[in-house]
């Protein structure tokens, strides 16, 4: 019997689709359709049922969903109204959403403006109460306070509630007398409590924290809902699972009462499925870039390993991929971490008052679209440039069946770019591709130089509708000599999807000198978060071998005010020299983050987590027909011209289908490689080596 496993991610300007038949690897379809904003699950339901003949239906074991709503929400997507929300909070602390910290995103701009509080005032409630920093009772809860609340909270309509406590994270008992109150008076209210959400010291963070859950459960519920709904009635059975911002996916019941863990989980699939890349392949150093529609990301992988970081905001702004402290909303959870701009094939290029051209960050997107799409868009992008160079196949895209208008682009560019700033129409395509491809350098700056990492080292895995159409610009900028592009780079992140586990973080703080610290006490509570990781695998049917823990510490110098995670599942607690251990591979990662290591000052534990993980059987990498060095005739479809950078004139370039591409094909640029999901620039400086396995790796000569 056939597993079949979908993958569907939905960006800002494309839906992407992937059936695969995990036992053989074959693809049983690939789809890219335009993203309905305002009800994407529609594209997804009229995809399927032209693409799934009825008895497919019944091998489907799993279908994995990444999704932008959660941070979309927060950037005022139409449609999407953020539901009113309740504070409960520690008398005296009413106003720490407001305080926040003294930290501003524009240092020397006199009429900056902090965001406004994520709860309005009138919706933040204190109650009496008090717990010290050990979670001692030093003042009970006074509950007499709850039916003044709670009937505020009908009077308002309100939907939600966050229930943030003074040190809950060390005892929640006073939420949880809350949290009951609330759920027997108030069938219908969404509750989050900080003690779920986020159990960790720094009162605005985790206030801020589970404010932003509690504003996003109604909004991910009534979605997930309503996909689950539309699958069931298509006549789906397998169980919908929701990339997380961790890189890993959970069930879709449990993300409704986590929301907050799908912030970023549109562009984590992409690292995913890189991390997969540098396992199967076993690569050390690589650096995931994917530039879809509407953005451009990069990650770093370093020995198979992904980034992680719980420093995130969101609804902030952005500069220059990186995001702006203090202009969003914080969230402490663990995220990828990725450097993000707004750059992608739908960014639209424009000249300022200055008469200078800039790209971005404002995209077309997938309505109207740029404007050789001819749906009467009339500002030029970065696909519209491409094609005026001849990049881009003018016949149309995804094998030529959405069809495109190479006039449209070139009126568009001269009328709003070269009439402008005196250049010709090539010069200003040429102009937009290298504004595009400075940008976007930097983000893969950010995740390697300013990580302490050389990008020289690493191997660039280039994915999305438009990364290969700039990876090799983007490696001579950086000076990267080896770049890989996958079988399906536009269809990348949909099956990263199909290469993760089920996985839940799970957090005790302990804020203890390492020298002080009982190890039996520390594997004692290590093993209580596991048990919670089970507990919550259990229920979505994991046992025994398929699931793993993965330990971690969060450890800084004292004083300092950040952390950096070390892992520890390779270190026994309860032997010899275990804080000596701890404490080198600390100071190893602080003198790779940071460039220097304090070898006198005392070391302390704030956090311990651990990462639960449900085994999933992956798909395989099929092999691909061997050939001889030079590829087949039929390989090459047709000759056009192009200009590639730095160039002077067009230049007579052969084109190929990459179906026809065999294991042991090799080709010297100047080249271009087309697919149904992408488009492979070769230049002359570099040469193309296609593997047994069907992967394109590109060298710099």
């Keep these: ?40 699950e529609e594209a997804i339901i009229a995809s399927l049922q032209q693409e799934l003949i009825s008895e497919d239906i019944d091998f489907v074991q799993q279908i994995y969903h990444a999704t932008t709503i959660a941070t979309n929400a927060f950037l005022g997507q139409v449609n999407l109204e953020l539901p009113k929300t309740a504070l409960v909070t520690t008398k005296g602390f009413r106003d720490i959403l407001e305080i926040g910290r003294q930290r501003r995103a524009s240092l020397y701009d006199f009429s900056f403006e902090r965001p406004k509080p994520i709860i309005p005032r009138r919706f933040r409630f204190e109650i009496k109460e008090r717990l010290n920093h050990k979670g001692e009772i030093i003042c009970p809860i006074e509950l007499d306070i709850l039916p003044k609340i709670s009937a505020a909270i009908k009077q308002e309509n309100i939907s939600s509630v966050a229930i943030t406590l ?23 209210l969404y509750i989050s409590t900080s003690f779920e959400v986020s159990p960790e010291h720094r009162e605005f963070e985790r206030t801020s924290t589970t404010a932003i859950n509690a504003i996003l459960m109604p909004i991910v519920s009534r979605y997930i809902n309503s996909l689950a709904e539309s699958f069931r009635e298509f006549g789906f059975k397998a169980p919908l699972f929701i990339m997380q911002s961790n890189g890993g996916v959970s069930k879709s019941d449990q993300i409704q009462k986590l929301p907050v863990s799908i912030i970023e989980s549109g562009p984590s699939a992409g690292v995913v499925a890189s991390r997969f890349y540098a396992e199967f392949l076993d690569l050390n150093r690589v650096l995931s870039f994917d530039m879809g529609g509407t953005t451009a990301k990069a ?6 390993t992904i980034t992680l970081t719980s420093e995130y905001e969101i609804g902030g702004d952005v500069h220059s991929g990186r995001i702006t402290k203090g202009s969003g909303y914080p969230a402490r959870f663990p995220f990828i971490d990725l450097a993000e701009i707004s750059s992608g094939g739908g960014s639209i290029a424009w000249v300022d008052n200055g008469n200078a051209l800039r790209v971005g960050p404002i995209s077309a997107g997938s309505e109207p679209g740029p404007v050789c799409y001819n749906q009467n868009g009339i500002d030029p992008t970065i696909t519209d440039a491409n094609l005026v160079l001849g990049r881009l196949n003018p016949e149309g895209l995804l094998n ?12 568009s560019i001269k009328k709003k770019i070269a009439s402008k700033i005196d250049l010709s129409v090539t010069e200003s395509a040429l102009g937009i591709i290298e504004i595009a491809n400075i940008n ?25 509708g438009a990364g290969p159409l700039h990876a090799c610009a983007l490696a001579n900028e950086l000076e990267m000599t080896h770049i890989i592009i996958p079988n399906n780079p536009g269809l990348f992140s949909a099956m990263g999807l199909l290469f993760t586990d089920v996985k839940h973080t799970n957090v005790k703080s302990i804020r203890e000198k390492i020298e002080n610290l009982d190890y039996l006490m520390i594997e004692n509570e290590f093993g209580k978060l596991e048990e919670k990781g089970i507990a919550v695998l259990d229920d979505e049917g994991f046992k025994g071998k398929d699931i793993i823990h993965q ?20 270190i026994k607690l309860v032997a010899d020299n275990t804080s000596s251990k701890i404490e080198k591979l600390f100071n190893q990662k602080h003198k790779i983050i940071y460039g220097y290591i304090m070898e006198n000052e005392e070391v302390e534990v704030v956090n311990i987590r651990v990462n639960s993980l449900g085994l999933i059987k992956k798909p395989i990498l099929k092999k691909v027909k061997p050939g001889e060095k030079k590829p087949i005739k039929e390989a090459i479809v047709d000759h056009r011209q192009v200009l590639f950078d730095k160039q002077k004139e067009y230049i007579q370039t052969p084109i190929y289908d ?44």
Excluded: C
């Design 166 to 188: 003074l040190h809950s994270y060390k005892n929640s008992i006073h939420e949880q007398k809350i949290k009951e109150y609330f759920e027997k008076n108030h069938k219908d």
């Design 658 to 701: 990459r179906t026809k591409l065999l294991a042991k094909n090799e080709i010297a640029g100047p080249a271009i490689i087309e697919q149904y999901d992408s488009t492979t620039i070769l230049p002359q400086n570099w040469k193309a080596k296609v593997d047994e396995f069907g992967l394109i790796h590109l060298h710099r000569m």
């Design 1 to 40: 019997m056939k597993k079949l496993a979908i993958g569907i991610d939905i960006g800002g300007t494309f839906t992407d689709i992937i059936i695969q038949n995990k036992d053989s690897g074959d693809i049983i379809k690939q789809l890219k359709v335009a993203t309905i904003l305002k009800n994407p």
């Design 299 to 304: 990650g770093s992988i370093v020995n198979k």
């Design 400 to 411: 030529k069946t959405f069809k495109i208008f190479p006039e449209l682009s070139k009126k």
């Design 551 to 570: 330990r971690f510490a969060e450890l800084r110098y004292v004083g300092q005010g950040f952390e950096l995670l070390v892992p520890l599942s390779d």
């Design 440 to 464: 976007m350098s930097r983000i893969l700056r950010i995740v390697t130089v300013e990580r302490g990492l050389d990008p020289r080292d690493f191997i660039l895995i280039a994915f999305g």
